[in-house]
């Protein structure tokens, strides 16, 4: 009798121990899905990492494009810049070819021929002809005209005043500025007619020289090459 109470026991016991083992097995969680819960998680992770690379890619284009525009522009720019300087260059070789077409003309007060001319009527002439300016007809009116420079700014084309006193007597037109600063110009003198004197050489205007104006510069060729045009 007690050995049948025992093994009945024994069944009821095992009966348990498999139904807890059951259990357990069907509410376990699967060993692999935490491994596919990090996996989505890391897929996401990569999604957001590719969302920035692609922004990232696109600003590097944006930023490359602005890069070429800009570099477009200064070439234009640049090109613009050298385009007017070219004329300007031509517009004063023009003008000073102009000025060397009177060499030797003689000089005469008050004359504006090619037969006698004085020094103030060799710079209307020649800036008349070429430039079309109408400028005063004595220098110490033009003295008026243009903007002041400094000495060492002069350029071909400027214009020089010069004076015994305190009023300007005479002007010449700046014919050269050689490398090592001697400024050369050509104007009506009257004891040799047009010629080229030398500002820095000769004592003589280098003692009366007072001031410089200049009257073209590149966007007066720009203008008038416009109006050739």
Request: charged share 25%; net charge positive.
């Amino acid at each position: 009798m007690k050995k049948g109470i025992f093994i009945y026991l024994a069944i009821i016991v095992s009966a348990l121990s498999m139904q807890s083992c059951v259990t357990d097995y069907v509410v376990a969680k699967p060993s692999f899905y935490n491994k596919e819960y990090k996996s989505e998680a890391n897929i996401n992770n990569d999604d957001k990492q590719l969302e920035r690379n692609k922004k990232e890619l696109i600003n590097s284009f944006t930023s490359i494009n602005h890069q070429n525009e800009l570099a477009k522009n200064k070439s234009n720019s640049n090109r613009s810049a050298i385009e007017r300087a070219i004329r300007h260059s031509k517009f004063i070789d023009g003008l000073l070819t102009e000025a060397e077409s009177y060499l030797g003309t003689p000089y005469r007060l008050g004359g504006n021929s090619r037969s006698g001319i004085d020094c103030s009527a060799f710079v209307l002439s020649v800036f008349g002809a070429v430039a079309g300016l109408n400028l005063p007809r004595v220098a110490a009116s033009q003295a008026h005209e243009g903007y002041s420079i400094n000495k060492d700014e002069l350029q071909k084309g400027d214009l020089l005043f010069f004076s015994r006193g305190s009023r300007v007597s005479h002007v010449g037109i700046v014919y050269d500025v050689t490398s090592d600063g001697d400024v050369k110009f050509i104007h009506a003198s009257t004891s040799k007619g047009v010629m080229v004197s030398s500002l820095n050489t000769d004592s003589y205007w280098g003692n009366r020289f007072r001031f410089a104006k200049r009257i073209l510069d590149e966007d007066f060729s720009s203008q008038d090459n416009q109006a050739n045009n």
